[in-house]
């Protein structure tokens, strides 16, 4: 599985990328847009704004139906699975929800939220959606301790951290690590039987990460 993000590529260079990667057997594809460059440490550089996640989606819909972006015939269909990112902790749950929904209406198979942190805000959100969802899955990542809790609930845009996941990570103190993965193993029993899957984010000792949140 791969993300492609749009805003630094045409539309020739992302059909072109994604052809080349269908013909290598890369098949399963994350729709989304990218941050834009004034989030970065580059505000004065513009992107590259052919399509947003949305029109990738169409794109790689079209291409499965065997048209290219412009309605080129090619010549053989393509397989390509279509995933795009949601964003339960969003601060605009509406906008959140209706952007999904388009993004579903393009032709999105499946829906991996961004790394989650409270299963309430998952919960709101897929409420939000509606039902006639295709397949959800939930990523979880394991916080390293209070430091990188407060720098992403305070600095980080649409991150949303519960204050209860931050003062379990102060009291941690130096065994932050341990108590970030506690948390996660506990969240993703939570948003277990919400969702169709987990996607495991670690950030440090894969396999181990793994196996605790899987209770492995």
Not at 54 to 82: H, R, S
Not at 103 to 108: N, P
Not at 178 to 198: D, F, I, K, S, T
Request: proline residues 7%; glycine residues 10%.
């Amino acid at each position: 599985m791969a993300t492609v993000t749009t805003w630094d590529r045409t539309i020739m260079a992302l059909q072109a990328d994604l052809l080349g990667a269908h013909a290598l057997g890369l098949h399963r594809i994350v729709c989304e847009t990218g941050s834009p460059p004034l989030l970065g440490d580059y505000p004065h550089v513009d992107g590259v704004w052919d399509v947003d996640a949305i029109g990738l989606i169409e794109l790689l819909a079209g291409l499965n139906e065997g048209t290219d972006f412009y309605g080129l015939q090619l010549p053989a269909k393509t397989a390509f699975e279509i995933g795009t990112r949601i964003n339960p902790g969003s601060r605009d749950l509406a906008h959140a929800a209706a952007r999904a929904r388009d993004k579903i209406a393009a032709g999105a198979q499946f829906l991996i939220t961004r790394p989650l942190y409270d299963v309430t805000d998952l919960e709101r959100l897929l409420d939000a959606i509606g039902d006639d969802r295709p397949p959800v899955l939930a990523a979880v990542r394991p916080l390293t301790g209070f430091e990188e809790a407060e720098y992403l609930a305070h600095e980080v845009p649409d991150v949303h951290i519960p204050d209860h996941v931050l003062n379990a990570l102060e009291r941690a103190g130096t065994t932050g690590p341990e108590a970030g993965l506690e948390l996660a193993a506990g969240l993703a029993a939570a948003v277990g039987p919400l969702v169709n899957g987990l996607v495991i984010m670690p950030t440090s000792d894969p396999v181990p990460t793994v196996q605790r949140l899987l209770g492995t």
